[in-house]
T-cell receptor
Framework: KAGVTQTPRYLIKTRGQQVTLSCSPI?????VSWYQQTPGQGLQFLFE???????NKGNFPGRFSGRQFSNSRSEMNVSTLELGDSALYLC??????????????FGEGSWLTVV | AQRVTQPEKLLSVFKGAPVELKCNYS??????LFWYVQYSRQRLQLLLR??SRESIKGFTADLNKGETSFHLKKPFAQEEDSAMYYC????????????FGSGTQLTVLP
């Protein structure tokens, strides 16, 4: 069965632009969460979606947003890009929001460089 | 606030030696603890979780609530164990939100 798929894998954007990243969860998984990974801050939770609803949000500015579609695919958007947004953005999926017994599977990530 | 601390950024051991990767957490309640591993050029993957009390690839981890620790251990390290290891925590009410430690890069020397 295919794993979590993220597109694009690599992209370069200019300060002030916006970017949209896409994530396709494992078939049958309805929960999708996003993480930002940087050398300085490590892995930080961005937000989580289940059944097209945002269930949880991390401590990031409003420039970071996301959504989930009826087929569980998810997108995240970052507007007015700043140099500090350069990071690896990881998407993860799981069966559902209940924590016990549900394994979280990660994608390979989207490498974003802001210049 | 929940927090996960991995005090060692880098850890090197020789093949066949025991290895212990430390993880301490702070959480007021009953968290679920995980160890994730990232091999070179591969995606982050779950190694083990405390509720399973299982051994994966020879690794074990015991949750010590008194010391708020979840150290990862293996009695005989192998070269293929070289990877980045992350300890993570998830708490009730936070659904699938994971709080990660900063990670420990393990190198097993021949």
């Amino acid at each position: 069965k295919a794993g979590v798929t993220q597109t694009p894998r690599y992209l370069i954007k200019t300060r002030g632009q916006q970017v949209t990243l896409s994530c396709s969860p494992i078939s049958g998984h309805r929960s999708v969460s996003w993480y930002q990974q940087t050398p300085g801050q490590g892995l930080q939770f961005l937000f989580e979606y289940f059944s097209e609803t945002q269930r949880n949000k991390g401590n990031f500015p409003g420039r970071f947003s996301g959504r989930q579609f009826s087929n569980s695919r998810s997108e995240m958007n970052v507007s007015t890009l700043e140099l500090g947004d350069s990071a690896l953005y990881l998407c993860a999926s799981s069966l559902g929001p209940t924590q016990i017994g549900n394994t979280i599977y990660f994608g390979e990530g989207s490498w974003l460089t802001v210049v | 606030a929940q927090r996960v601390t991995q005090p060692e950024k880098l850890l090197s051991v020789f093949k066949g030696a025991p290895v212990e990767l430390k993880c301490n957490y702070s959480y007021s309640g009953s968290p679920e603890l995980f160890w994730y591993v990232q091999y070179s050029r591969q995606r982050l993957q779950l190694l083990l979780r405390h509720i399973s009390r299982e051994s994966i690839k020879g690794f074990t981890a015991d949750l010590n609530k008194g010391e708020t620790s979840f150290h990862l251990k293996k009695p005989f390290a192998q070269e293929e164990d070289s990877a980045m290891y992350y300890c993570a925590l998830s708490g009730p009410g936070s659904a699938r939100q994971l709080t990660f430690g900063s990670g420990t890069q393990l190198t097993v020397l021949p």
